[in-house]
């Protein structure tokens, strides 16, 4: 019932800084959970960042934590992950979900399987 779909990828040094998108269409809604994933080459996927559906509590990967930003728009620009001081281990192709889940309104979900909608993904690179 929702579409997404990813931008803001590309290629940065590292220390660099990126910033993506995630924007929605279908039947979207402020009531959802939302969340980024990334998938390196040979390697699964992996939670990266996740929001709540109601009141904004968020939670990071332990590798991420202090760098990267998420944050939720509104029901079409649905939301967004600030990424500073890129390393090379950041090089992936990064996911944006989504969840109507009735427990992730007030908890972060950081579960692959709890995610029902997902995004065509965008590359980030990061040269050392």
């Known amino acids: 019932q929702v579409q997404l779909v990813e931008s803001g990828g590309g290629l940065v040094q590292a220390g660099g800084s990126l910033r993506l998108s995630c924007t929605g269409s279908g039947r979207t809604a402020r009531n959802y959970a939302m969340g980024w994933f990334r998938q390196a080459p040979g390697l699964g996927r992996e939670f990266v960042a996740g929001?709540?559906?109601?009141?904004?509590?968020?939670s990071y990967a332990e590798s991420v934590k202090g760098r990267f930003t998420i944050s939720r728009g509104d029901t079409k620009n649905m939301l967004s992950l600030e990424m500073n001081s890129l390393k090379p281990e950041d090089t992936a192709v990064y996911y944006c979900?989504?969840?109507?889940?009735?427990?992730?309104?007030?908890?972060?979900?950081?579960?692959?399987?709890?995610?029902?909608?997902w995004g065509q993904g965008t590359q980030v690179t990061v040269s050392s």
């Open positions: 929001i709540s559906a109601i009141g904004g509590t968020t």
């Open positions: 979900a989504a969840t109507a889940r009735v427990r992730s309104y007030y908890s972060v979900i950081d579960t692959r399987a709890e995610y029902d909608w």
